[in-house]
């Protein structure tokens, strides 16, 4: 019998998944951090994690609260400057994948960070903005997004495009000069997505266990195209879940 989860533990453990033992992944905050940390603590403790404060090889044994937490820096293999970050390691392709969240994204895997309604002078909401995000979806050889899927979050198109994916379609990215090969994949709440090899649109190829597709038809705001060969994911083991459960209450100061 499985352990009994929520949706999000799901989504974290799928998104942990996705990163292989020796890689080097750049990590944004919040629900990416998580699961690049629990890979590091169960199935891939090689994984090299790198934050665009210049930590390298950081090793925290507690989730980090912004990319400027101290335990990043005491904990890492090495402190450079944030332009060495960017400028010798991201930009000339070093960093194997790039660990990404969004506030919107469209069926072509663009990202807004920015700004939501209106424009950007007057929008509705005015968001934290790109941050490292455009560099680490432009550069990395591939880019795995974290995100919980609904209707506010998964539009037709974007109100701003901070982060590239494949921007209105096929060689969108090799025409603006991008490096990195974009989203490879979409981790959210009830599944998987990935760009469809013809057209980049990104199709539902998993789902979590229990899930639906019209759930996830419905929780989108395109018509979502679903892969000939769709599969369900496996759940969350007892140690995947024992793990994340206590990196999660690290948030809360209770010891690892």
């Not at 609260?65 to 904990?75: E, N, Q």
């Not at 050889?141 to 998964?154: A, C, D, H, I, S």
């Not at 590239?164 to 009830?190: C, Q």
Request: hydrophobic content about 40%; overall charge negative.
């Amino acid at each position: 019998m499985s352990p009994e989860y929520t949706s999000d533990e799901m989504m974290t453990v799928a998104a942990a998944r996705q990163l292989r033992d020796g890689a080097a992944c750049f990590v944004g905050i919040g629900l990416p951090s998580t699961a690049a940390n629990l890979a590091r603590a169960t199935h891939a403790p090689n994984l090299v994690l790198i934050y665009e404060s210049g930590c390298l090889g950081a090793k925290p044994d507690r989730l980090p609260l912004s990319i400027g937490d101290g335990v990043l820096a005491d904990t890492a293999d090495a402190v450079v400057s944030v332009p060495e970050v960017f400028n010798y390691w991201l930009q000339p392709g070093r960093i194997d994948v790039g660990f990404l969240g969004a506030a919107q994204l469209d069926r072509h895997g663009n990202i807004n960070t920015t700004v939501i309604g209106g424009d950007y002078a007057d929008p509705k909401v005015r968001l934290p903005g790109a941050g490292g995000a455009p560099e680490i979806a432009a550069s990395c050889g591939e880019v795995v997004v974290v995100v919980r899927q609904n209707l506010r979050t998964f539009i037709d198109r974007v109100d701003f495009v901070t982060s590239v994916g494949y921007g209105s379609g096929p060689g969108d990215r090799e025409r603006l000069g991008l490096r990195g090969g974009g989203p490879r994949f979409v981790i959210t709440d009830l599944g998987v997505l990935a760009p469809d090899p013809e057209t980049c649109e990104l199709t539902l190829t998993r789902l979590h266990p229990g899930v639906a597709v019209d759930q996830a038809r419905a929780a989108t705001g395109w018509e979502l195209a679903v892969a000939d060969d769709l599969t369900t994911g496996e759940p969350p083991t007892e140690h995947e879940l024992s793990v994340l459960r206590a990196l999660e209450a690290t948030k809360r100061g209770a010891p690892r």
